[in-house]
Each structure stands twice: as structure tokens, then as C-alpha cells.
């Protein structure tokens, strides 16, 4: 059995629009491990998250491609076999968190020097900035990389309160709500990594995790931003709902934001 050697802290770079279809590395694992580092946990759970959340939505999809690496100190056919038990170790984590495994795919990449990270296009210019190396291989290339590709078909609806019924109310809003916070939570991240508009496009190491990273933080502020939203429709038509009204409603039904 081929030995596993630690390689330290995992770390995490965040490339492209983060704010459109974000491209997440997950990097340094152990040479010859599988399994994520601690410090790419707060990240998988965001991911496994969102994609729970979303699947409540009827007018947002998101789709998780989980592609997998290694470096090219072995043989090709046993990275190939790492990549794949690494793709699949983050995969049942992100499924962990209830994340539908129809929205999941997997693409093991081995160690193609066509498509490993630390030689192909986006990630490549994280080995420019930042030159990055490692003993044994290239930590970039022992890594996992997520592609969220998020899509969307969101109108800034005004209901008439007194002739739409509350179930169609509430599912506008939390969609809304909901495309509004996982952008949010993508603009704290990039905050961090793109401090300079110019950078942009070339990926940077990130420390710390995501500002919301627990179901319960996720869900108080979906529950907010949707409540947030109807109150808002209800002033632009007049109508006086109170927000007590609108809890009520919203915890009437079996919607995975009911107050805890």
C-alpha cells in the first residue's frame, strides 16, 4: 500500500467571476491521500449548502462539476485512480450536506499535463503569481477543483397580495432570497481574494472560510432576506401586512427556513 505523506495546510484559491460561476481549487492534499484537508472543510460545506438550499428554488439551478488531480510523481493510471478517490472523497462530502446528487458530476483529469493545474489554463496563473511548489510534486496539481455554475430565471415580481396566494408569495421571495444571499456569500469571498479589480481572473490564495458556513446561518438569512422581500412587495402595493403576518405564513409550511 503506497504510503500517504503529509503535506502540510490544505489551501483553497478561488478563480474567475466569483460573483457568476466561481472555479474553487482545492489544494495540498496529501501526497498520495484522498481525503480534504481541515481547512477545505468550511468551503465543501458552503458548496454542499447552497446547492441543498437551491434545490428548494424553482427558478435556480446549480450545477457542481468535482474534477479531480494529482501530480506526476506516479504512474499515470494510479493518479488517475487518486484523482478519482479524491473527486469522490469532496463528492460524498458535498452530498453530506444534502446537496441533490443530480446537480453533482465527476471528472477525474489524473495527472494530463494538458489539464493539471499547475499547466493548464485558469489555474496556470496561480503558478505565476504566486510561484507555488512543493516536495515530490506540485501541491497544486494534488488537488480537486469545483466548478458551481449557477443558473437562473428571477423576475422582480410585485404580487397583488390580494389575489396571489401566499404559497406563490413565498416561493418567489425565497428564490430571490436565495440567489441574493449565495451572491453574497460569493462577494465576502472574493472580497478577500480580488482586493484589486485588476487582479481579477488571476487566482489567489484565500485564508479563513466563507462568511456562512453553518445550515443554521444560511437559512436565518435566506429567512430574513425573503421576509425582507415581501415586505417590501407588500409597501409597493399599499398593503399593510405586518411582519408577524408574514413569519407566520412563512412558518405554516414546509419551507426549510422555518424559524429555529
Not at 501530480?71 to 479524491?86: C, E, F, I, V
Not at 507555488?132 to 428571477?154: P, Q, W
Request: aromatic share 6%; proline share 6%; charged share 25%.
Amino acid at each position: 500500500m503506497t504510503k500517504v505523506v503529509n503535506t502540510g495546510p490544505g489551501k483553497i484559491a478561488v478563480i474567475g467571476n466569483t460573483s457568476a460561476s466561481p472555479i474553487i481549487l482545492l489544494y495540498n492534499f496529501s501526497s498520495n491521500g484522498d481525503a480534504p484537508k481541515k481547512e477545505h472543510s468550511a468551503m465543501i460545506a458552503w458548496i454542499g449548502i447552497s446547492a441543498k438550499l437551491a434545490s428548494l428554488s424553482k427558478s435556480i439551478n446549480l450545477r457542481i462539476d468535482i474534477e479531480g488531480f494529482a501530480d506526476s510523481s506516479g504512474q499515470s493510471q494510479s493518479n488517475l485512480s487518486l484523482a478519482k478517490r479524491r473527486a469522490e472523497s469532496v463528492k460524498k462530502t458535498v452530498l453530506s450536506y444534502g446537496a441533490p446528487a443530480t446537480s453533482l458530476k465527476l471528472h477525474p483529469r489524473g495527472s494530463n499535463p494538458a489539464q493539471i493545474p499547475s499547466k493548464a489554463t485558469p489555474f496556470k496563473n496561480l503558478v505565476q503569481a504566486q510561484k507555488i511548489t512543493a516536495k515530490g510534486g506540485n501541491e497544486l496539481d494534488r488537488s480537486v477543483a469545483i466548478f458551481v455554475m449557477k443558473f437562473a430565471s428571477i423576475k422582480d415580481l410585485k404580487p397583488d397580495f390580494s389575489k396571489t396566494g401566499w404559497d406563490s408569495i413565498i416561493q418567489q421571495a425565497y428564490d430571490k432570497a436565495l440567489w441574493s444571499v449565495i451572491d453574497a456569500n460569493l462577494l465576502e469571498i472574493a472580497k478577500g481574494i480580488f482586493p484589486n479589480p485588476s487582479v481579477k481572473g488571476i487566482p489567489i490564495p484565500i485564508t479563513g472560510a466563507p462568511p456562512m458556513t453553518t445550515q443554521e446561518k444560511v437559512k436565518a438569512a435566506i429567512r430574513k432576506k425573503t421576509i425582507d422581500i415581501i415586505m417590501e412587495w407588500a409597501k409597493r402595493k399599499g398593503h399593510n401586512i405586518t411582519r408577524e403576518k408574514v413569519e407566520k405564513e412563512i412558518d405554516s409550511r414546509n419551507y426549510d427556513i422555518s424559524k429555529r
